[in-house]
């Protein structure tokens, strides 16, 4: 018997493409196989077709679950563990009540640990099998993460906020300590194992120019790390930032200036934008992350996804835990459908685990690592039960009577119904978290 490869055996689904560009853009065999060798997807296709081709190797049944990627959460704060879900606010209080006094907490390293490790704990029960992730402005935030993450061999995308005004003094840096503190960290962390490096300038509000500009030439220095900010998410947020920064026509003109809109930047929210900052950022190849469940909590707003389709933005879905209110992204899909039904589009399932998957990897720069089944990409991939439900399950029957227990009313069960419950098992390079 061949010990080293394994066969999972179950409904086997994953995207080869947009579903907005082609209407064949996934495949799915209902008695399908994943093949795995040493942590990496060798094969993938009918059961009765790998059957024989990978006699003698091991073999996982997972027959009547589904077996798809991994989810990707393109936005989520490990620092606000223990906030999730505190009543009440705007974003801009939220965040002076809540958010700040939490992470300053984060200056104990064994704090940091013991939260990073609840975190990624969370994410996986949750089927999330990569992130990118806000820390604080504490190094020994970042260092936490990463060593955690680096345990599992997760592909972990985080790095140090930066802040230089207007938070409280445990919170801050400054222009040229965060610079030096996020090189050193770039230099201890980033393509090291999967990890890459994010330059956080957490949004403009608490960011001086100066600082924008340092985040811009670390980013000029290293053009393979990321750049993570906050966008457009609340109207008072839009009004402070611009009276801070005068001379901007607009909000996306302050990252524009410091050097910060480019192709692997990833802006939250992105909400109130007027159509030339959408077509900028279409232009510039950078990455929205939607955070439906955050925007209704804040009352921040709808963002418009049928517009960023038009426009050619790329977005992707995220938590934005913990003023998003689930880390489950079968939950946050729900929600997006529900915003973008108040905007009169109702998005497709298909769209929404798209944008949740292969989307958010290609966006990412991540689509030759994970996001798909393709032979060659790492072993991310969940197992999910359609009914782990009643509700789920009287669902699943009345559908089957009717001859319509289809795979788009199966997702559509589980992006509307479905949460942690709903994830069997989250495997990281072949191996079961
Ligand atoms: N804008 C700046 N910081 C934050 C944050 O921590 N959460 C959210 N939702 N928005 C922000
Ligand atoms: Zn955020």
């Known amino acids: 018997m061949n010990d080293t490869i394994k066969l999972y055996r179950g409904e086997v689904f994953d995207f080869t493409d947009s579903p907005l560009d082609r209407s064949d853009a996934f ?24 059957e024989d081709r ?35 606010k705007q974003l801009l209080e939220w965040l002076n009540d809540y958010t700040f006094p939490a992470e300053q ?3 104990s390293p064994e704090h940091a640990e013991r939260i990073a490790r609840f975190f990624v704990q969370e994410l996986f029960r949750n ?8 820390a604080t402005v504490h190094a020994a935030s970042v260092n936490a993460l ?19 005004r207007n938070a409280p003094d445990g919170l801050t ?27 956080t300038p957490r949004f403009a509000i608490s960011c001086s120019n100066e600082q924008l500009k340092a985040a811009g030439r670390l980013h000029e220095q290293y053009p393979d790390t990321y750049i993570q900010t906050h966008l457009s998410e609340n109207k008072e947020e839009i009004c402070n930032t611009l009276s801070l920064c005068p001379g901007c026509r607009d909000y996306l003109e302050v990252y524009e200036r410091a050097g910060l809109v480019t192709d692997r930047s990833v802006f939250g929210h992105c909400i109130h934008l007027s159509d030339s900052e959408c077509r900028r950022l279409a232009e510039a190849g950078s990455v929205i992350a939607h955070c439906p469940t955050s925007n209704l ?67 990412l720069h991540l689509e030759d690592e994970t996001g798909s089944f393709e032979k060659g990409r790492k072993a991310d991939f969940i197992v999910l039960d359609y009914a782990a439900t009643p509700s789920q399950q009287i669902r699943r029957e009345y559908l089957e009577r009717n001859g319509k227990w289809e795979l788009e009313n199966k997702l559509f069960g589980l992006q509307t119904l479905g949460d942690d419950r709903n994830i069997v098992a989250t495997y990281i390079m072949g191996k079961r978290m």
């Open 105 to 107: 907490a984060f200056s």
């Open 27 to 50: 495949r799915y065999f209902p008695d399908g196989a994943l093949v795995v060798k040493e942590g990496i997807i060798i094969d993938c296709g009918p059961f009765k077709e790998l």
């Open 54 to 88: 990978y006699a003698g190797c091991e073999r996982i049944d997972y027959s009547g679950k589904l077996i798809m990627p991994g989810f990707i959460d393109s936005h989520i704060h490990y620092p606000q563990a223990e906030i999730i879900g505190m009543y009440g």
């Open 297 to 363: 909590f804040l009352g921040s707003g709808l963002y418009d996804m049928r517009q960023a389709n038009r426009i050619g933005m790329q977005t992707t879905l995220a938590t934005d835990v913990g003023a998003g209110t689930s880390y489950s992204l079968l939950r946050t899909m729900g929600e997006s459908y529900k915003v973008q039904q108040l905007n009169g589009y109702p998005m497709s399932v298909l769209e929404s685990f798209y944008k949740c998957t292969l989307g958010a990897a290609k966006a």
């Open 173 to 199: 840096d400054t222009a040229v300590r965060g610079e030096v503190e996020s090189r050193s960290l770039i230099e201890a962390w980033h393509k090291k194992g999967r990890n890459r490096y994010v330059i």
């Open 146 to 164: 990463f060593s955690v993450a680096s345990e599992y061999n997760m592909c972990m995308m985080t790095g140090k906020v930066l802040m230089d």
């Open 127 to 134: 089927g999330t099998t990569t992130c990118m992730a806000y």
